[in-house]
């Protein structure tokens, strides 16, 4: 069968997309695709709210399973180190990057070329500890608290809804804003080509699998809140830049994720 055949069939097709999604957001071994086409990898873009799904399977299951053996808190800190082995801590580089630009940086040139710049600076390094250190803490706290009808602690569904939903929240910004790095020399650059209503559909699609696990109320909640952060993270990106790089993709990621457990523990609490 030729490459075109191939691309043809749906289920094919469909899961090479999803293999190529797995591909560039986790460290997850992938075979290489054959006759490989930029296209795709626009069209991947569909899947990145299931992929964050996976990544928050993986964070669940090792909180779950290390909490047999171990007190909550070193649970915590276990399944954060699951999903940032499993990423490559790809969104934690990009909060790092955005804040050494946005705070060294004076103009649009200076603060794009600190970003690129692999060197962790002072900005960059407290930005990451402090989202770290309120992540853990928002993660531990959420221990106290279970889903009674599903008998399950909430810091199970809360790694599952956090690492889907900031996806969905950060790649949507691909859809409706302004790419402003140079494009040829960034590795987003086939994300911000071609976009088209299906990826965005899909894509907002697979962030209500995990919302069924919680009380409606609570995922109208979460989506407004959501909305909200996405608007504020849009005016502020807009203001710094006059738009987005795949660093403040990263970053989006981040803040959103950080944004839905707060979100959580203020409904339990």
């Given at each position: 069968?030729?490459?075109?055949?191939?691309?043809?069939?749906?289920?094919?097709?469909?899961?090479?997309?999803?293999?190529?999604?797995?591909?560039?957001?986790?460290?997850?071994?992938?075979?290489?695709?054959?006759?490989?086409?930029q296209?795709?990898?626009?069209?991947?873009?569909?899947?990145?709210?299931?992929?964050?799904?996976?990544?928050?399977?993986?964070?669940?299951?090792?909180w779950?399973l290390?909490?047999?053996?171990?007190?909550?808190?070193?649970?915590?800190?276990?399944?954060?180190?699951?999903?940032?082995?499993?990423?490559g801590?790809?969104?934690?580089?990009?909060?790092?990057?955005?804040?050494?630009?946005?705070?060294?940086?004076?103009?649009?040139?200076?603060?794009?070329?600190?970003?690129?710049?692999?060197?962790?600076?002072?900005?960059?390094?407290l930005?990451?500890?402090?989202?770290?250190?309120?992540?853990?803490?928002?993660?531990?706290?959420?221990?106290?608290?279970?889903?009674?009808?599903?008998?399950?602690?909430?810091?199970?569904?809360?790694?599952?809804?956090?690492?889907?939903l900031?996806?969905?929240?950060?790649?949507?910004?691909?859809?409706?804003?302004?790419?402003?790095?140079?494009?040829?020399?960034?590795?987003?650059?086939?994300?911000?080509?071609s976009?088209?209503?299906?990826?965005?559909?899909?894509?907002?699609?697979?962030?209500?699998?995990?919302?069924?696990?919680?009380?409606?109320?609570?995922?109208?909640?979460?989506?407004?809140?959501?909305?909200?952060?996405?608007?504020?993270i849009?005016?502020?990106?807009?203001?710094?830049?006059?738009?987005?790089?795949?660093?403040?993709?990263?970053?989006?990621?981040?803040?959103?994720?950080?944004?839905?457990?707060?979100?959580?523990?203020?409904?339990?609490?």
């Amino acid at each position: 069968m030729s490459a075109e055949q191939q691309s043809t069939n749906p289920i094919k097709h469909q899961w090479r997309l999803w293999c190529i999604a797995l591909g560039f957001f986790t460290r997850i071994p992938v075979k290489e695709i054959p006759n490989f086409q930029q296209a795709w990898l626009n069209q991947a873009s569909r899947y990145y709210g299931l992929v964050g799904l996976l990544v928050g399977a993986i964070a669940a299951l090792t909180w779950y399973l290390t909490s047999q053996l171990w007190p909550l808190a070193i649970s915590v800190i276990l399944s954060m180190i699951a999903s940032v082995l499993v990423t490559g801590g790809f969104h934690e580089d990009g909060l790092a990057d955005t804040w050494d630009g946005f705070g060294g940086g004076w103009s649009l040139e200076q603060k794009l070329t600190i970003m690129k710049d692999s060197r962790l600076g002072t900005y960059g390094a407290l930005a990451l500890i402090l989202a770290v250190l309120l992540k853990f803490q928002l993660l531990v706290s959420l221990t106290q608290y279970n889903l009674d009808w599903l008998n399950l602690n909430l810091i199970i569904v809360a790694l599952l809804v956090g690492h889907c939903l900031s996806r969905v929240t950060a790649v949507s910004l691909i859809f409706d804003q302004t790419y402003v790095r140079d494009i040829d020399s960034s590795k987003v650059k086939p994300m911000t080509e071609s976009q088209s209503a299906t990826e965005i559909i899909v894509l907002l699609l697979s962030g209500l699998l995990p919302l069924a696990l919680l009380p409606w109320q609570l995922s109208l909640m979460l989506v407004a809140t959501l909305i909200l952060c996405r608007q504020l993270i849009v005016l502020w990106y807009n203001k710094q830049l006059g738009g987005y790089t795949g660093d403040l993709l990263g970053q989006a990621q981040q803040i959103s994720e950080l944004v839905i457990y707060l979100t959580l523990l203020a409904y339990y609490s």
